[in-house]
């Protein structure tokens, strides 16, 4: 194999490299060497540098050769902290992780009920301040702080395109929050933050094509190819929740006609459970009720056998397997995890379903499976996702856009 000695010096080839450990750790340079093509000094040298900032350290384990022992490498879990805050249409997440996607705090608070935007970026400041002083973390440690939330976003200008919840659009988030944090902000959208914690936590190997399906009050999924997460033109990629699945059906905010989200999103399946006479009284689902907290009473319901919340449940799953064969066709996946707070109660239902049809319609299906699985922690998947993106871009700088420095 020739050795791509052309790479040996971009931000790429130390991408590789903590990818590498990450997924493969403990591993040694021998192996790195032999794994990535590069040449033992190039090796040497990248890992001399991660060393060097903390970003990796040695086991003291070593491999016995014929020749010299072989250390081994990990990432450093304490190399530095990321920040994730979801906004969701009610409620602010908040949580920091290790480097190595471990959560190390959580908390959750009420959205302003307003929505204005100088309240909006006040609790997000005040929300990080609680966490990060409550956690003791000094403030060089924090990679930087991302807030995600529902697209579509303008990732280079650091805010949200759509005012879905609470008055956002137009609002320079990331200039806003920066300014008065001192710390490194990005914005993105909660789907495909969420496919770069699932990514990266799981210690997913680039070498997988790996997909997220997002479900929280909309629909959206991202993929990661090669380690990076695929953006689009805009940043705005994998809008499954936006591709038709019925013709000419209900009209959808996008401007498209049928789309998927109009059918198979929680706040979709809450009002069908609603116009059911009896159903949402049986349940105890009040008028009041946020759609988020029905959904999940009535995706208990459907477990604990309620035969009308259960048809409901079951119908919004074979749509979104529709979705699920549409995202594994696309893009050849090997592995699709379901995330977000829409998967948290029947979580089970929407992968069996999944599964099952993947292995009926996938293009590839006699070539290879596709592994489905749900998120260990749904509910939290974005914000997890949100530190995420803010340690892989300043320890494995190379895979898309970067947290603005610190002034």
């Known amino acids: 194999m020739a050795r791509r000695e052309s790479s040996a010096a971009g931000p790429g080839s130390r991408a590789l490299v ?16 032999k794994v990535t093509g590069l040449t033992q000094p190039t090796i040497s040298n990248i890992v001399r540098r991660l060393i060097d900032d903390g970003v990796v350290r040695e086991t003291g384990d070593t491999v016995a050769t014929r020749g010299k022992p ?6 450093n879990s304490r ?3 990321g920040v994730g805050i979801h906004m969701a249409a009610d409620t602010l997440t908040c949580v920091v992780t290790d480097t190595r996607g471990g959560t190390i705090g959580r908390q959750l608070v009420a959205a302003p009920a307003d929505g204005r935007p100088a309240e909006v970026v006040a609790r997000l400041a005040a929300l990080y301040r609680d966490v990060t002083d409550g956690l003791g973390l000094p403030p060089r440690s924090v990679a930087g702080l991302a807030v995600v939330g529902p697209g579509p976003v303008d990732v280079a200008r650091g805010g949200f395109l759509a005012p879905d919840p609470g008055q956002r ?6 200039q806003a929050l920066s300014g008065r944090l001192d710390v490194p902000v990005l914005v993105d959208s909660d789907a495909a933050a969420a496919a770069v914690g699932e990514f990266w936590g799981r210690q997913v190997s680039r070498e997988r094509t790996f997909g997220c399906l997002y479900m929280n009050s909309g629909i959206g999924s991202g993929v990661v190819l090669d380690g990076a997460l695929h953006r689009g033109a805009s940043s705005n990629a994998g809008k499954i ?5 019925v013709r000419d059906g209900e009209p959808c905010p996008c401007g498209n006609r049928g789309c998927l989200e109009q059918y198979a999103a929680p ?16 349940l105890s689902i009040r008028p009041e009720d946020p759609d988020a907290r029905a959904f999940d009473v009535l995706a208990r319901a459907a477990l604990y056998g309620d035969q009308e919340a259960r048809a409901l449940v079951d119908e919004s799953a074979a749509l979104l397997a529709e979705g699920a064969v549409v995202l594994a066709n696309l893009w050849d996946l090997d592995t699709l995890v379901l ?6 109660v029947a979580g089970s239902v929407y992968v069996t379903e999944i599964r099952r049809r993947l292995a009926q319609r996938a293009f590839t299906r006699d070539v290879h499976g596709v592994q489905v699985d749900l998120s260990s922690n749904p509910r939290d998947a974005a ?14 700088p190379g895979h898309g856009p970067q947290v603005a420095a610190r002034a």
Not at 21 to 33: A, H, K, N, Q
Not at 169 to 174: N, Q, V
Not at 339 to 344: E, I, K, R, Y
């Open 383 to 396: 914000a997890i996702g949100g530190a995420a993106l803010v340690l892989q871009g300043s320890v494995a």
């Open 267 to 282: 706040h979709v399946v809450v009002g069908r459970a609603r116009a059911l006479p009896g159903l949402a009284e049986r």
């Open 79 to 81: 190399a530095a902290y």
């Open 169 to 174: 659009a137009g609002l320079d988030l990331a």
């Open 70 to 75: 072989r250390a081994m490498l990990i990432i």
């Open 241 to 245: 929740g936006h591709i038709a699945v």
């Open 18 to 33: 903590v990818d590498l450990i990450r997924s493969s750790g403990p591993i040694s340079r021998v192996e790195l060497v």
């Open 339 to 344: 995330a977000g707070p829409g998967f948290a």
